[in-house]
């Protein structure tokens, strides 16, 4: 393991650490290091051995190949072109919570079409591009923030029982446990809804 490669895996290691709930504290008493130690590796400010980074995994309940290959998907660059393959229901988290899980369900394999991955795979946050006059057709209520932005086109959306009409260049910030509904009002109107994924645990204090 190289030392950039090492000093990367810091922010994998504070993810996983909060999303088991755990201090700085719990995880030194577990490991065997120190609470400074700990926190100049999750900052990325110290270089943990291999022996550290094993006691660290063991500690978090995982192994180093994966805290490793959480920090390499950590910095990942990825293009999506413009002409980029159409979500697939049951593919990506936004995609399920937005519809097209639903609507293929309803409608066979062709009910994704109006629905295209922005962030492709498994990261903090999930964006998904709607195009078309979409109406989903239920109340959603998601576990984290989102943001719906209008691209092109209008909206309405009810929230928590009021409605509001998003034009072009119009954006909604929902925060975590709002129920919405919404729906495109014009033909040809891309809205962008860009989300914290489903499996991050936004309520968790970031002072541990």
């Known amino acids: 393991m190289d030392e950039k490669e090492t000093l990367r895996v810091g922010a994998a290691i504070r993810r996983r650490r909060r999303s088991l709930g755990l201090t700085l504290a719990a995880v030194a008493t577990r490991s065997g290091l120190s609470v400074p130690f700990l926190s100049q590796i999750e900052n990325e400010r110290a270089r943990p051995s291999a022996r550290s980074l094993d006691r660290v995994a063991g500690a978090l309940e995982t192994t180093p190949a994966r805290l490793r290959a959480a920090a390499d998907s950590a910095r990942a660059v990825d293009v999506v072109r413009a002409a980029g393959s159409r979500a697939h229901a049951g593919t990506d988290a936004v995609a399920g919570r937005h ?3 639903e609507a293929a369900g309803r409608h066979g394999s062709g009910a ?21 006059e979409l109406d989903l057709g239920r109340e959603f209520q998601h576990r984290n923030d989102e943001v719906m932005y209008v691209v092109r086109g209008a909206a309405e959306v009810e929230a928590e029982g009021r409605a509001y009409r998003l ?3 119009d954006t909604l910030f929902l925060s975590g446990g709002v129920r919405h509904r919404w729906r495109a ?5 891309r ?3 860009v989300a914290v994924a489903e499996h991050i645990d936004a309520t968790v204090d970031p002072r541990r």
Request: hydrophobic fraction near 30%; aromatic fraction near 2%; glycine fraction near 18%.
């Open 112 to 132: 994704a079409d109006g629905v295209r991955r922005v962030v492709r795979g498994r990261h903090q946050l999930s964006a998904l591009e709607f195009t078309g």
């Open 185 to 189: 009002t014009t033909p040809g109107t």
């Open 167 to 169: 034009e072009e260049g």
């Open 191 to 193: 809205l962008l809804v």
């Open 99 to 101: 519809g097209s899980e």
